[in-house]
């Protein structure tokens, strides 16, 4: 089975903190992406890759940047928190044909805070 | 570009009835188009998906959804519910060039009581 984990589970921080998620998987997928999800808005991309060092903006990237040095490996920065930035932040990935056809394989979430 | 609505954001239903979830997209282009579930404190998981051929497809725990090209929709369906089935059902699109990009419903929160 695929499996995709995301390193934490719920975070809290202080608004101005710098803000890492992690996000891993283990099926050799290309295709990586982070989604935000809010109540009443579902789910709204807001970066994704199709390669290592690859990244393109998807719907909502203002405020956030991301990282891949390795293709198991995406990550989510919030350069400063701000509290309108807490959500949940769910990675996703895909193979090449998934990244065609957008079948996707989820972590459990990050659930963050921002005070 | 695409879009996705979802005309029911909660649906209460008592356990052993039917249940239909709506789901209605726009797009220029053709598109692929799945259900995912999400139960309390979990990711998305793929209930089921279309991507071409039979518009009746059926997917995972006995749910199946029907696409309707001329009314641009692919309504969820299950003829018979369980408490167990209680979670949130997000529909989502992918258009044939957008590289595997999914469009998000709003989503709908399926209660199933006793």
């Known amino acids: 089975d695929v499996k995709v984990t995301q390193s934490s589970r719920y975070l809290v921080k202080r608004t101005g903190e710098k803000v890492f998620l992690e996000c891993v998987q283990d099926?050799?997928?290309?295709?990586m992406f982070w989604y935000r999800q809010d109540p009443g808005l579902g789910l709204r991309l807001i970066y994704f890759?199709?390669?290592?060092?690859?990244?393109e903006k998807g719907d909502i990237p203002e405020g956030y940047s991301v990282s891949r040095e390795k293709k198991e490996r995406f990550s989510l920065i919030l350069e400063s928190a701000s509290t309108n930035q807490t959500s949940m932040y769910l990675c996703?990935?895909?193979?090449?044909?998934?990244?065609?056809?957008?079948?996707?394989?989820f972590g459990e979430g990050s659930r963050l805070t921002v005070l | 570009a695409q879009s996705v609505t979802q005309l029911d954001s909660q649906v209460p239903v008592f356990e052993e009835a039917p249940v239909e979830l709506r789901c209605n997209y726009s797009s220029s282009v053709s598109v692929y188009l799945f259900w995912y579930v999400q139960y309390p404190n979990q990711g998305l998981q793929l209930l089921l998906k279309y991507l071409s051929g039979s518009t009746l497809v059926k997917g995972i725990n006995g749910f199946e959804a029907e696409f309707n090209k001329s009314q641009t929709s692919f309504h969820l369906r299950k003829p018979s519910v369980h408490i167990s089935d209680t979670a949130e059902y997000f529909c989502a699109v992918s258009a044939y060039n957008q590289g595997g990009k999914l469009i998000f419903g709003q989503g709908t929160e399926l209660s199933v009581k006793p």
């Open positions: 996703a990935s895909s193979s090449r044909t998934g990244g065609i056809t957008g079948e996707l394989f």
């Open positions: 099926m050799d997928h290309e295709n």
């Open positions: 890759s199709y390669d290592v060092k690859m990244k």
